[in-house]
């Protein structure tokens, strides 16, 4: 069934739309909520909630692409399970790993009352990203947005693992002084 159809549904609130949402993008979904969680139990948990945060959201949402959307909801919900149970036991979970390569760049730590605009933020990572090769960027998103391991990346990508990681921590300092120049992070 095509996106458009899908979303149909949602909009004729027929129940149908979530079975629908599940059969094309139940897997995909899963793999992202699992990518976060490595817990396939949890992971399941995760897509029963974003079908019925979907269904909360659509109407009066209309996604220009389903497939992303779902994604995005479900990546939420797998790092809010994520952090609830991080601040109950800390683990070395993939996902762990690859917040704390990234979080010394997007954190202000010099003003953290300061609210970052998160739109303008979001603007400034897509530049950064579109200028990037392709592989990289797409290596970037794997790891940062999917929560993929290193070794994953780099297997899929044709590079060894310790290559992978040296283009992804290049792309770290990059983007750090992307945003220094920006005007998002201070010295």
Not at 13 to 27: F, L, N, T, V, W
Not at 45 to 54: A, F, P, Q, R, S
Not at 62 to 72: D, I, S, T, V
Not at 83 to 101: C, H, I, P, T
């Amino acid at each position: 069934m095509e996106d458009k159809q899908i979303l149909d549904l949602y909009f004729a609130r027929d129940e149908k739309a979530i079975e629908e949402s599940d059969k094309k993008y139940g897997h995909y979904c899963f793999t992202v909520a699992y990518n976060v969680l490595f817990d396939a139990e949890d992971a399941r948990e995760c897509l029963n909630d974003t079908w019925h945060t979907t269904w909360n959201l659509i109407p009066p949402n209309r996604p220009n692409q389903l497939k992303y959307y779902l994604a995005k909801i479900t990546r939420s919900i797998a790092l809010n399970v994520f952090r609830k149970y991080s601040a109950q036991k800390r683990g070395g979970l993939e996902s762990e790993v690859a917040f704390e390569e990234i979080e010394g760049i997007v954190a202000d730590k010099q003003n953290p009352e300061k609210e970052l605009e998160k739109k303008e933020l979001i603007q400034c990572i897509n530049h950064f990203l579109r200028r990037q090769k392709e592989r990289d960027r797409n290596m970037f998103i794997r790891r940062y947005f999917y929560m993929e391991s290193i070794d994953k990346i780099a297997k899929r990508y044709g590079v060894n693992a310790n290559n992978g990681s040296v283009i992804l921590s290049r792309m770290r300092d990059e983007l750090k002084e992307h945003l220094r120049k920006e005007g998002y992070l201070c010295d």
